[in-house]
């Protein structure tokens, strides 16, 4: 009834009136305070802490320290767990940590009755520290000789995967082949989400209850279970309306550690929130990448064979690890079709740099960085149309991958490169911006992707849902899946909606996860939810349906097969729709029944046995100022392929925040180091630089519908996909502008000065 | 596993350690505080409210008056809905009314920023009214010409009902019969639960949702929406922890109201909680009644006919009416079996004074002082013993009541009695007290009961379940019957171990009702919930343990059938029960299956129809300081048959709370009203005489348990039966103490004195 149409979100007038509730919102006011204390090395140990003087500080209640947790190394990764070891997250880290591997590394905590008495008693802590050589690169950390960041990891490799397709060697034998190579790397970046990252905790009959702004409740509650060494049912996480996690909130994050301080204090309640500092050292940033690609490629511009080397910086704990650099490698492999054969070599590695983690894209953002980059430098270099070049190499139409299964069904590619280019009048300014002079010069350039939706076969992907029919024929909707800002509940709404045959204002969806009752769902991740979370919510919709039509044919005297819903009616099919009676109605007339009374609900689990193939592409045209090594973005759009699209206006909400997100990647933002003491440099808003509103051009946004057809609604991923091709887009532009192509982003001054020098032109 | 072992509650610890949260621990403390201006007449009509200057007060938000209110009546009792509308409860009140039928009744309300304001705002509100006579007995009420309290009802009978079973007149025209005839009168008194009447409203997604100390979470939805004018699914009830209801918490109190004040405010968070003055004459009071009994009886003690006839006051709303007069009749109707014929004429009249609902007993409390006052008198008269008289003209064992089809199935009225016997030494004390002289008498005295279990077939008996299994092999439970203090949630935690066939530390029974998640049951009332969800959680519980069954035969290649759940262990009963997995490691399995993931879960609906007998009787032994007109009673004890003991400990302690009840009852409580103005004099607990442990002696309790068997447990009837017999057993006490039958209650010096100087003895 309502798929496809702009309809407002559900959570709007909460959300714009102030009145939803997130997690600080809900934290009783005399809560104790938790605040850790972070280490003021960057490598090292622990070897001792006096906090004899902070524990005098009145309202101090306790100080807990890396000597006093449980000696349990657990994983943080928000994926679904697995039962086979080899699939497991790496486990590597404790609650509080006596090997300090990041500067910021949490060592202690204190608990007080307030923010002051826990900032005085921090202060107050003495720690006596052992200091290792710091490794602030993949490079630096893989050098022999280097101490060891995690013990069971030599040269501080976390996974070194290597793969060759065909027959790399011979392939490159092949004469008359020109040769590219080149080094892209891509910054780490942190996410940026509004809301902090804050949990508070309490106990409740022996068990442990945490209230936290997370992605992924269900999967908290196991990892908090398993950092405690406790059963998993002792563990309750409760999910209020979340102001955002891009990914960041896809860890477990504080939420163990928070537990643990209730556990420890006998079940009080115990807010942990962090500052907007600590969220830029203490929680997840986005892997910074080398990616060294060559290239065999023939003068006509087909390409015979590439090469993938890539280090990723792990920073100093695992979170989701290699995993994020093996998505990379996907794009490597698929997005373009080397003729004859490719190779690859992706090392994650541990740094003493803070950990990196799941951010929207998701490994893509760098791969499409470097691989986009790479195709615009060869067709520059052997001056073919940069399109046509990528057209001549591109994933076709038809191509199936072979392990996910997905299919290439439709010209996608095409009809998303046809919009871009239209939009940004591609023909006319790649002509008029040839042969500029002067110190500021424009240019246009342009990216593709493509993108998983969901994570199967890579791990089990399932839903949950569970509907509850009111007497007035709304009805209830429970999933496990989490709205964290994108309008996931919106989507759930029109989906019941339209499955049941009921009014949108009839259905409501249950906001809060509530692991003790919500129907199991992973959760926010891999722009999963509206695919997989749409195949619960339609597979429980029938079932419900059909309960409905079977005591409404028993109720009318009519076949169950003559009957449907429209608009929360119950209509006779053969009669043109004849309404028999309402949703309401018969509801009420179940529940109140003499004869046969019940609550009517239905509730299902999904498997999710395949995933499909999002396409896209970015547009970006830029005036460069060429003294001042400052690029200004002119106009921007993105085109995607994401299927049926359930809501545009929503989708392209999502479409604009990712290509903030992208703006920032390709310009501005980066986390610094001090390469001396290994300490964050700019982990603030005043020196970290975020994209904002003030850096956009008008955002441009178009849609390809090409309905998905393994999806329930046909829709796939749109929740990633946006973040990842404006990057290159933009450093495109610039190489369109000026002849130069920066192999790295952000494409600051400091960057693009040296390089305009170089390149002779200031 | 652990059905019949007292186990300690399952929140014990909460409860202990005050960690449990009550309503008034919910809200937030910025809420807007609502306060109820209650009438200063007893009965008129509201001509006018002036409230300039009250709104004035700083601090006042708004100010709503009778006059402001929805044109609609509502009910208010809490009974499951019908939809026929012959068997819907009087619907006769506003949310503020401006026709005023009690001193204290609801005419306006302000909603403040803080407690002072609103209590000046209240005291600054001028209201001009016209009066009218007051009516404070039914006798008053139904007089000819008397003002009509509701419009619609004659002689302000809410309803009067006549029946006949046999030839009543040819029965009593037998030659010989000794006639005897007495009017009994029982007082009204109030539940006086600990926790206050309180509830707190905010809207949410356009909807409303009250948080509220209530029984009956599903049925207070549906009276809001009603009393509101809104759809059903427009109202979302939470129930926290409740401090005691005993029935008063059976009624939609003030949540209508409440839930209006917010739709007011644009759905801002209102409190409304009562005061303990408020609670006394604007929440509930048990019905007081005036019962006529009339026997025609053989002079060896056969009972040939009877005669009763009652009015109950109703006082000025209908809340649960004539449903408790009528119930009151089943026990004279069954009790005792006149040999030829009964006639019964049962009024509910419309009074001022406080509005009478539900409580412990429901109206045999008044019934069974009258039978057994009247047996204990004819016995007495005609020189019977009393319990032989009792025994020879009562419901034998096999009896089978034609309307409920419950049966006597046990001699349990023999087995309970002989208990109580041998505990107060019956005979020895008969004989002992006989012929005593002197200022201080003692005396023994005992009283019979039945009592009904669940409420079919007067209205529908439905309850629902859901259960979700987790990795670790517990689960949550989840029931519309609602934990009120009497230990339910750790009665079905008991049952669900039993069936499912694990520990009983595996079962997390969700305690807080939400009508927009928690499966539908009507809640606590009529002793159903350990009988009625019983059954709910034994059918889940199968259903559940099915499922596992069947996943585990797949798992391990076995048939279903040879499996079995003992303590949480998968295990195979045909080799001596050998363990082959555990639930957790099978939840595990099932859930991250890549081949086949599935979230165990199971919900049913539960329709009883079926309802048992309770069987029991209370011994007393009394001692009167007959100048005072003092009774302190030395020693009780109640016998009950209530099946199966589940839980011993919870037991006992039901019975306790129930005896406690019974001797204020007997002994000090009522509520006593100004003749002139019908205002309750004695309405705070320094003034009304709340029995209390200083009045108690040891409380005595044994059980009889004859497994019940239309109960998933073998259990029956126990939440209110132990109200019940007390009041007539230490009434007949006293008249063995001193040969003086009191007709009424409460056996203050007020009615003692007088009567025993009546009687000569003082």
Known sequence: MSIGQSVPRVDA?????????????LVERDALIGRVLHASIAHGLVRGIDSTEAEQIPGVVQIITCFDVPD????TAGHPWSTDPSHQDPADRKLLNRRVRLY???IAVVVAEDEVAAAQALRAIKVDYETYPILLSPEAAMQEGAPLIHENCPRNILKHTAMEDGDFEAATGERGLLYFEETYETQPVQHCHIEPVISFAYMENGRIVVVSSTQIPHIVRRIVAQALGLP????????PFVGGGFGNKQDALYEPLNAYLSLRLGGRLVKLELSREEIFFATRVRHGMQIRLSAYVRPNGRIVARQYRA???QGAYGSHGHSIAAKGTNVFRQLYQDEKARKLDIFTVYTNTATAGAMRGYGTPQAVFAIESQMEDIAYTLNLDPIEFRFMNLMPQG????FSKNVNYFDSFHQCVEQGKAYIHWEEKRQAYQGQTGPVRRGVGMALFWYNTAVWPISIEVSSCRMVLNQDGSLQVQLGETEIGQGADTIFAQMTSETLGVLLEQVHVISTQDTDITPFGTGAYGSRQSYVGGMAIQKTAHLLKDKILDLAASYTGMQTSALDIHAGIIVLRSLHDKPLMSLGELATEVLYSPV????LTAETTLQAKSNA???GCAFAEVEVDIPLGKVRLVDMINVHDCGRLLNPQLAQAQVHGGMSMAIGYGLSEQLLYDPKTGRLLNGTFLDYKLATSMDHPHLATAFVENYEPTGAYGSKALGEPPAVPGAPAIRNAVLHATGVGIPCIPLTPHVLVPAFKQAGLI
Chains 1, 2 share one sequence.
Do not use: L
């Open 72 to 75: 349990i190394s657990f994983p």
């Open 613 to 615: 193939y999002s396409f």
């Open 596 to 599: 046969h009374a019940e609550h």
């Open 232 to 239: 998993w049912g002792k563990v309750r996480i409760i999910k």
């Open 399 to 402: 191509f199936r991958d072979p």
């Open 13 to 25: 007038y909460e959300k714009v009136t102030g009145r939803a509730k997130y997690t600080g919102d």
């Open 104 to 106: 910021g590394d949490d």
């Open 311 to 313: 280090y990723s910086n």
